[in-house]
């Protein structure tokens, strides 16, 4: 695809369920990053993987969060035993490498919902 | 500690006059990049213009004008000649080191 692909697009799950949402950068690019959208907040930083090396995890809030990328392509973000605070819009944006000049290319987001 | 402000949680604007979007960041950082995003209700984040904080020069594309003042730490963006389709949330972010920060945005409205 020619995009940033996310999905699901929506998902509803009951308090304390674990859930994963996936991320599919845009083919080629090295730097994956995943932010998190609170209602009307600005993104907040949660990780980055940058190629091969080790992920950048320092904005994850909890424990409960985790996330991989394997071959170096795709990504999903897991959060366990969900809380209704974990209730967001999750975005992943991919860049052509990591570099605080690169223009991030973001997907239409995951919105979460934690009944 | 790296911070981007954006100031006016709303703004509103005529179309086809010009609107101002505020923003001031702070970094410790000698270089980095400044960004402005814009996000639409289909919740994309779409690039809207880029300013290396090295060049004095102040980007431009199209309709879109940022007002770059380093020593001030400011970058607002200008649109002129507002459509429609420019409603949206717009984000200020600076990208230093290996991370990029965001502002907590600006919700435009175009008035018909």
């Known amino acids: 695809g020619a995009g940033v692909s996310q999905s699901p697009s929506n998902k509803v799950t009951e308090k304390g369920k674990d859930v994963e949402l996936r991320c599919d950068p845009i083919s080629g690019h090295t730097a994956l990053y995943w932010y998190r959208q609170s209602l009307g907040q600005g993104l907040e930083f949660l990780i980055y993987?940058?190629?091969?090396?080790?992920?950048?995890k320092s904005g994850l809030p909890s424990d409960r969060f985790s996330a991989e990328r394997t071959g170096g392509s795709v990504s999903t973000l897991t959060i366990q035993r969900t809380q209704q605070e974990d209730s967001a819009v999750y975005l992943c944006?991919?860049?052509?490498?990591?570099?605080?000049?690169?223009?991030?290319?973001f997907g239409d987001g995951t919105r979460l919902s934690i009944l | 500690a790296q911070t981007v402000t954006q100031s006016q949680p709303e703004m509103s604007v005529q179309e086809a006059e010009t609107v101002t979007l505020s923003c001031t960041y702070d970094t410790s950082e000698s270089d980095y990049y400044l960004f402005w995003y814009k996000q639409p209700p289909s919740r994309q984040m779409i690039l809207v213009i880029r300013q290396e904080a090295y060049k004095q020069q102040n980007a431009t594309e199209n309709r879109f004008s940022v007002n770059f003042q380093k020593a001030a730490k400011s970058f607002s963006l200008k649109i002129s000649d507002s459509q429609l389709g420019d409603a949206a949330m717009y984000f200020c972010a600076c990208g230093t080191g290996n991370q990029f920060y965001f502002g907590t945005g600006t919700s435009l409205t175009v008035i018909p």
């Open positions: 944006a991919s860049s052509l490498e990591q570099g605080r000049n690169q223009p991030q290319h």
């Open positions: 993987f940058q190629g091969n090396s080790a992920p950048d």
